[in-house]
């Protein structure tokens, strides 16, 4: 009987050391959530660069004397600059400001559906853009949407038929574009990258010496290549 007291008395011993040293440990504290990690490229700062790609156009003709409406659809190869800045906040989206000016030779004809010789002529030899750019960055890369105020600029529209030409219009027309595109950092300071742009021209008037008022648009859509330069 005497055994069987200190047998339990020595087991109850035991369980409350084990209690007490478990008491003793130090809880573990919870997880903190995971930090958000921001890009590695740091998209904040100015760049200036350039751009090449093709430009596609279609301008619907309107000449109320005949009457006759109908599209001249022209392409070309477009190339220039661009000059903008990035701010990156929230810590993956990218807010910013960029200009562009392009040459290009985007020229086309077409019959007048008045007689078989009668064809309006067009041609435009610059663009230019003022947008804003908003975009979600990861990693190296920017995936991005445009849109802003846009000008282009009417070389030359004249008509042109068997018994004559006439008198030469040039004039720019402003209007609005849209888009998007995706840039890569490559090292801190060069950035490559690839656009589409969507633009639509105002329609004006203008007095054809051989056919009376002509009045016509412009839509384009571009494609281009771009390489820029992070200078801050």
């Known amino acids: 009987m005497n055994k069987l007291v200190a047998l339990t008395a020595a087991a109850a011993a035991v369980g409350f050391i084990g209690s007490a040293s478990a008491a003793d440990l130090p809880t573990k504290a919870p997880m903190a959530p995971a930090p958000m990690v921001a890009p590695a490229f740091n998209w904040t700062g100015c760049y200036i660069g350039g751009n ?44 910013g400001l960029e200009g562009d000016f392009d040459w290009t030779d985007l020229k086309g004809d077409e019959l007048t559906t008045g007689s078989g010789g009668e064809r309006y002529f067009q041609r435009w030899n610059w663009t230019a853009s003022a947008r804003g750019r908003l975009g979600y960055a990861w990693d190296n890369w920017l995936l991005y949407v445009t849109g802003g105020a846009a000008w282009a600029n009417l070389d030359s529209a004249f008509f042109s038929s068997t018994i004559g030409t006439s008198t030469s219009v040039s004039a720019t027309h402003l209007g609005w574009t849209v888009g998007g595109g995706v840039e890569y950092g490559l090292t801190p300071n060069w950035i490559i990258g690839a656009e589409y742009l969507f633009a639509h021209y105002e329609r004006k008037t203008y007095v054809c010496s051989a056919c009376g008022p002509v009045d016509f648009d412009l839509e384009t859509h571009t494609v281009r290549a771009r390489l820029s330069y992070k200078f801050f």
């Open 52 to 95: 090449i790609g093709g430009v596609f156009g279609r301008s619907n003709e309107n000449i109320p004397l005949y009457p006759a409406t109908f599209d001249i659809n022209m392409s070309s190869v477009i190339g220039g600059g661009h000059i903008g800045c990035n701010y990156t906040f929230a810590p993956h989206w990218v807010v």
